[in-house]
Each structure stands twice: as C-alpha cells, then as structure tokens.
C-alpha cells in the first residue's frame, strides 16, 4: 500500500501524451489543484533548465486524470488503466490473488 500512489501516477504516465509547456499548461486549467497550476509549471520547467535538462530531447508528458476507487482497487474511467494494475506472472513469481492468500 506504502508505494500504490506511485504506481497509480505511474499507470497514468504511460497512458500520457508528450506535450509542450503551452499544452500541459492548457490541460491542467481543467484540473483543480490547491496550487497555481501554472507557476508549478513554471518552476518545474525553471529546476529542469537548471539541471540541463533539455526539453526539446526529453519532452514534458501528461497523462490523464484518473479516477480510483480504494474500495474495488480499480479505476473508474479507463479501462486501459485498469489493465495496467495487474500483469500475467510467470511461475515461480506470482502473486496470488487476494482471495487466493
């Protein structure tokens, strides 16, 4: 559970789209957030630069927003992400299902 958030951002990072800094800037005005949305932006692309990160090589990328349910573990909008929650294992390495422990 310790690490689930991480791997739910991560699903919709695969799921995402590479943008430009305009574009993710227009897409997050749909989103609500605590924070400016457009001065995290700003400081993201500032740290990026800083750290010779070159945008133009390795582009900023949005994935969408996603709805989880902690009750049913799945999503409630995508069905490609529910996809990526779990994978086929391959024997000796599997996980057993939960109502299988």
Known sequence: MSSALSHLGNISYYLGDTVSIAE????????????????????????????????????????????????????TNNDDANAMLTREYRTPYIVPKPENV
């Not at 749909?30 to 924070?35: Q, R």
């Not at 990026?48 to 990160?53: I, R, T």
């Open 24 to 75: 993710l800037k227009e897409r997050l005005k749909e989103i609500k957030s605590l924070d400016n949305n457009d001065e995290t932006v700003d400081r993201t692309v500032e740290h990026l630069q800083a750290n010779k990160v070159e945008l133009d090589k390795t582009p900023l990328s949005i994935g969408p927003l996603l709805q989880f349910d902690p009750e049913t573990k799945r999503f």
